[in-house]
């Protein structure tokens, strides 16, 4: 596979949110605006990019047997990096996304793209591999995050969009956790859609 899809293939086609449905707590939890949807979304690619280059430096000398601590060990390196970066340059986003930070060491997307991919390839490839599966998280994040965020709140990034009359009876539903599934729901039968269509 050349690097071009190995990088691209993460931001669609395998989208780890809208086509594999993985990783999908944070998802839900945190995309109620686009502020905490992209910021999630970053942090994530931050910890994926850099254990998948560590994994990958280190994949011939972690023993197999012990593979998986030591994986963790790692990823949560990153997590307690940006946990604490989030902590001192970003307070409020940090109150915002609250546990779900430091709850990316367990998300699956992230040991699944170590296991299935960085402990087996080049470190070039796994760098590229982490990038584009956490834009692609931060993509379906931010996108997510600006539907509910909008029909929400009326707002995007706070600022108004619609007038007084929509922000006096906003469709509160869709910053509740119902209104994440109804988006994700809609956003996976458009892109499905879409790949039906670029196959045919």
């Known amino acids: 596979m050349n690097r071009w899809k190995v990088f691209t293939r993460g931001l669609v086609k395998e989208n780890a949110v ?31 990019l850099f254990s998948n280059l560590i994994i990958s430096i280190m994949r011939k000398t972690i023993p197999n047997e012990v593979r998986i601590p030591i994986f963790i060990l790692i990823i949560s390196t990153f997590v307690t990096i940006i946990d604490y970066f989030m902590q001192a340059f970003q307070p409020d986003l940090y109150r915002a996304l609250g546990v779900f930070v430091p709850l990316i060491v367990v998300n699956c997307m992230i040991l699944g793209r170590a296991e299935a991919f960085a402990s087996k390839s080049s470190v070039i490839d796994s760098v590229l591999d982490g990038l584009g599966v956490g834009l692609g998280f931060t993509l379906a994040l931010t996108v997510m995050g600006t539907i509910r965020e909008i029909l929400g709140n009326g707002t995007f990034l706070g600022m108004t969009v619609f007038g007084d009359g929509f922000r006096k009876s906003p469709v509160i539903f869709m910053i509740l956790s119902p209104g994440a599934f109804l988006v994700i729901g809609i956003l996976k039968a458009l892109i499905n859609k879409y790949i039906k269509k670029e196959n045919q």
């Open 18 to 48: 809208l086509i594999l449905m993985i990783g999908l707590c944070p998802a839900l939890a945190t995309s109620a605006t686009v502020r905490d949807g992209f910021g999630m979304g970053i942090a994530a690619t931050f910890v994926l």
